[in-house]
Structures are given as structure tokens and as C-alpha cells.
């Protein structure tokens, strides 16, 4: 027993903010995989416009066939071998600007949205598509953010600090608790200085 014995509070956790790419970092990293021969790179600048433009899972990108690709939205389902998240197949629409951009991309040949040409994916498992990413990460000096993870947490803390409604980008993430969401709002963001106008 202590001689002076110590009252303590209840323990608080401290979450960690969310890391996510900068329109600068995305542009940059665009740019690198644009400029730099291979179809590794090809593939690497689809996974950036594609993840930054919809929130994709890179795991839902990875296992991403063209024939689920529809002028206006992209259909994911589970493969033989993949499942969704929550076993939920599940929607996300395609902003105008990815539709136009999409529209340029040379798909002779292919399966998949990361094809190696042939109907074969180029990358075999998510953990090497990470890898792909993680180098161009840091080639562009971009570190920081998770990899892919960084281009989901882009769309979800630009949306909220753009006053987006968090149900409506919880159901554009496919979250299954609010509270997950709200994880990336940055209340410092926020503009609050035309809030009180409506008081």
C-alpha cells in the first residue's frame, strides 16, 4: 500500500489524425507516374486519379473489372477469390472530370482496370500495389499518408471541411458506423465565421 496514495482520472485516448494526400501531392505524384515510362506507371496513375475521384478501397481497385465500369458509376462486387467489405456489394458514382479522364485510357486487351494488357491484373495481391504506390510516395516526397489509404482519407476530410453532409459521405465511403467518418473531419477547418448569419 503507498504512503501517499495517487488519485488518477479516467485515462483519455488521443486519436491520431488522419493523414491524407494534398491536391499539391496527388498533382505531384500524377505528374511522376505520367512523365515515367512502363505500364507499371500507367496503372499507378489510374490508381490515383480512380482513388482520389471515388474513395475507393485499393483492394475494390485492385479486383476492379472493366465490365463493372459504367458511364456514370462503378459497380463493386466480390470475385472468387476477393470479398467486399461487409460482404455488401455496393456503388460509388464517377465525378464528370474521372469520366472524361477515363474516356482517354487505351483498354485494348483488357480485363481489369490494372490489367497488364493481356486479361492478366498486374498486380497479384494488394500488398504489391501498396509497394508500387509506396514508391512513388516517396520518389515524390509525398510521405505521410498510408499509401492508398491516403487518397480515401483525401476525399473524406475534403468533403466534410467543404460542409458535405457527414451521412452523405458515409455512405459515399461505406462505413457502417458514423462515428468512423466523423474520424476525419478537422474541426480547425471548418468556416464558421457565416454560421452565426443564421442565428
Same mark, same amino acid.
Given at each position: 500500500?503507498?504512503?501517499?496514495?495517487?488519485?488518477?482520472? %479516467? &485515462?483519455?485516448? $488521443?486519436?491520431?489524425?488522419?493523414?491524407?494526400?494534398?491536391? @499539391?501531392?496527388?498533382?505531384?505524384?500524377?505528374?511522376? #507516374?505520367?512523365? *515515367?515510362?512502363? !505500364? /507499371?506507371? *500507367?496503372?499507378?496513375? /489510374?490508381?490515383?486519379?480512380?482513388?482520389?475521384?471515388? %474513395?475507393? /478501397?485499393?483492394?475494390?481497385? &485492385?479486383? &476492379?473489372?472493366?465490365?463493372?465500369?459504367?458511364?456514370?458509376?462503378?459497380?463493386?462486387?466480390?470475385?472468387?477469390?476477393?470479398?467486399?467489405?461487409?460482404?455488401?456489394? +455496393?456503388?460509388? =458514382?464517377?465525378?464528370?472530370?474521372?469520366?472524361?479522364?477515363?474516356?482517354?485510357?487505351? !483498354? @485494348?486487351?483488357?480485363?481489369?482496370?490494372?490489367? !497488364?494488357?493481356?486479361?492478366?491484373?498486374?498486380? +497479384?495481391?494488394?500488398?504489391?500495389?501498396? +509497394?508500387?504506390?509506396?514508391?512513388?510516395?516517396t520518389k515524390c516526397? #509525398?510521405?505521410? =499518408?498510408? =499509401?492508398?489509404?491516403?487518397?480515401? %482519407?483525401?476525399? +473524406?476530410?475534403?468533403?466534410?471541411?467543404?460542409?458535405?453532409? =457527414? $451521412?452523405?459521405?458515409? /455512405?459515399?465511403? !461505406?462505413? @457502417?458506423?458514423?462515428? *468512423?467518418?466523423?474520424?476525419y473531419l478537422d474541426?480547425n477547418a471548418l468556416?464558421?465565421?457565416?454560421?452565426?448569419?443564421?442565428?
Open positions: 500500500m503507498l504512503k501517499h496514495p495517487v488519485t488518477l482520472k %479516467a &485515462l483519455r485516448t $488521443v486519436k491520431k489524425r488522419v493523414q491524407f494526400y494534398s491536391i @499539391e501531392q496527388i498533382q505531384t505524384m500524377l505528374d511522376y #507516374c505520367r512523365e *515515367t515510362p512502363g !505500364r /507499371r506507371y *500507367t496503372l499507378l496513375y /489510374r490508381t490515383i486519379w480512380i482513388l482520389s475521384q471515388t %474513395a475507393m /478501397r485499393g483492394g475494390e481497385l &485492385l479486383n &476492379l473489372k472493366w465490365s463493372e465500369v459504367q458511364p456514370k458509376k462503378i459497380k463493386i462486387t466480390s470475385t472468387d477469390d476477393w470479398e467486399v467489405k461487409n460482404r455488401k456489394d +455496393a456503388w460509388v =458514382p464517377i465525378s464528370p472530370k474521372l469520366q472524361e479522364e477515363m474516356s482517354q485510357w487505351d !483498354r @485494348e486487351g483488357e480485363v481489369w482496370v490494372l490489367d !497488364r494488357g493481356n486479361g492478366d491484373r498486374h498486380w +497479384a495481391h494488394l500488398n504489391e500495389l501498396t +509497394a508500387s504506390m509506396r514508391f512513388v510516395q516526397d #509525398c510521405k505521410g =499518408p498510408k =499509401p492508398l489509404h491516403g487518397f480515401r %482519407a483525401g476525399v +473524406a476530410t475534403e468533403l466534410l471541411r467543404q460542409g458535405a453532409s =457527414p $451521412v452523405h459521405v458515409q /455512405r459515399l465511403l !461505406r462505413h @457502417e458506423d458514423l462515428s *468512423t467518418t466523423m474520424g474541426p468556416e464558421i465565421e457565416n454560421l452565426v448569419k443564421n442565428l
